[in-house]
């Protein structure tokens, strides 16, 4: 019987979230992901359209918040 490897790998993107649309986090041809501003809860996002076998393990913030309406 053989044993099926699984090769893990970090990747760290620094991005910019858009406070008014969704932001693509691109990690390469088949890794990705969207983030969008929930429109009913002020500074939350909400990540959708995952492409690819990832998991995604940390988020962290500059801690530059905006003001909600």
Same mark, same amino acid.
């Given at each position: 019987?053989?044993?099926?490897? /699984?090769? =893990?790998a $970090? ?9 008014? !649309? ?14 969008? /501003?929930? =429109?009913? $809860?002020?500074?939350?996002f ?5 492409? !690819? ?9 500059t ?7």
């Amino acid at each position: 019987m053989q044993k099926e490897m /699984i090769y =893990k790998a $970090v990747f760290v993107q620094k991005t910019y979230l858009s406070l008014t !649309g969704k932001t693509i986090v691109c990690f390469g041809e088949n890794l990705e992901f969207t983030v969008g /501003i929930q =429109k009913k $809860v002020c500074e939350t996002f909400c990540v959708e359209n995952i492409k !690819g076998d990832l998991e995604i393990t940390k988020i962290t913030s500059t801690g530059k918040f905006f003001k909600c309406p």
